[in-house]
């Protein structure tokens, strides 16, 4: 078994980012990326901080815009707007998810499609079905691509089955891994809460990508022994052990289920960082497209 080091691949990519931003002609702007988020779920400050860190650490310039929990649905346009309208703004990420009385696939429509680095307005969404590589690709889905390619994971004919159907992952990594073009063309299954006998299907899965959001629900009896197994799920689960009173667990049970597998991920530092190295990677093309 052999275990993806998502931090490690994530670092490479960031390192490469760093070099051609350091290497950008005297005088220019970096790339800026802008970050709204609405209210102080202690994930979405925790993600929001590390998006942030990693494009200053990138050598990006970085905006910040705070929206109260109650904030109106017209507010946060207005605030999506303004960051559409500056030309030093060349990519905005909504942090998901919003709270309920706000529509969050209609916030991400209100983003410009030239700025969305998330991928998860409609066009760059649409451009995954239609084999388009000259969008943005949502930045899970395509962390996970990225890590099976660069971890030697040929798709082709494969059968990759997804637990889970979200817009966020589930939906566009099973585009991505069908897709007519290299490095994807597999058989795709996508599961979800009314998929019936699942464990029958996730046993046929040469790759497996688990995005449930519930901790350890993939176990050793619902993998096909040498199975590729991508573990998407990042959850919280209380550890009194533990100073902060929880640890990370993904949608696997990775002590159950990693002898069986021949490659698989580990939480934290599997998919998590690929995310948000993908996010910096599409930030950076937003710029180079709009020639600085
Ligand atoms: P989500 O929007 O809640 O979607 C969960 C999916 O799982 C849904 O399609 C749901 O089916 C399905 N599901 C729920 N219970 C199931 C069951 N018993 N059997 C089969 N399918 C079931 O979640 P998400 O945004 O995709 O996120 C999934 C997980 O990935 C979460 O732990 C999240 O924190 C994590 N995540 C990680 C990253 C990262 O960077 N690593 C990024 C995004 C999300 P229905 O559609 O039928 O309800």
Redesign the pocket.
């Known amino acids: 078994m052999e275990i993806i080091d998502g931090n490690a691949i994530a670092a490479s990519i960031i390192a490469e980012l760093k070099e051609k931003v350091a290497a950008r002609p005297a005088g220019t702007e970096p790339p800026c990326i802008a970050f709204i988020r609405v209210g102080d779920d202690p994930?979405s400050v925790s993600y929001v901080n590390k998006k942030n860190k990693t494009a200053a650490e990138i050598g990006m310039a970085t905006r910040l815009t705070l929206l109260p929990e109650d904030v109106s649905e017209d507010k946060l346009n207005a605030a999506i707007d303004e960051l559409n309208a500056d030309p030093a703004v060349h990519g905005i990420l909504i942090q998901?998810p919003l709270p309920r009385h706000l529509d969050e696939v209609r916030a991400f429509r209100r983003i410009a499609p030239e700025k969305d680095v998330d991928g998860l307005g409609t066009m760059n969404l649409g451009k995954i079905a239609q084999d388009d590589d000259s969008g943005f690709v949502c930045?899970?889905p395509a962390?996970i691509m990225e890590l099976l390619r660069r971890s030697g994971v040929t798709l082709s004919g494969k059968h990759v089955v997804v637990?889970?159907?979200?817009?966020?992952?589930?939906k566009p990594v099973a585009l991505l891994a069908l897709q007519k073009r290299e490095h994807a063309n597999a058989t795709v299954t996508v599961?979800?809460?009314?998929?019936a006998d699942?464990a029958a299907i996730t046993r046929q899965a040469d790759v497996l990508i688990a995005?449930?959001?519930?901790p350890e629900?993939i176990k050793a009896d619902m993998v096909k022994p040498g199975a590729v197994v991508i573990d998407?799920?990042?959850?919280r689960v209380a550890d009194p052990t533990r100073k902060r009173g929880y640890r990370l667990v993904?949608?696997v049970d990775f002590p159950a289920v990693s002898p069986l597998a021949s490659k698989i991920t580990p939480v934290p530092g599997?998919?998590?960082p690929?995310?948000v190295a993908m996010l910096m990677r599409n930030t950076f093309k937003a710029w180079e497209r709009v020639g600085r």
């Not at 995005?211 to 519930?214: C, L, M, N």
């Open positions: 994930a998901a930045c899970t962390g637990v889970g159907r979200s817009l966020l992952v589930g599961c979800h809460s009314r998929t699942l995005a449930i959001g519930i629900f998407v799920g990042i959850n993904g949608d599997g998919v998590g690929m995310t």
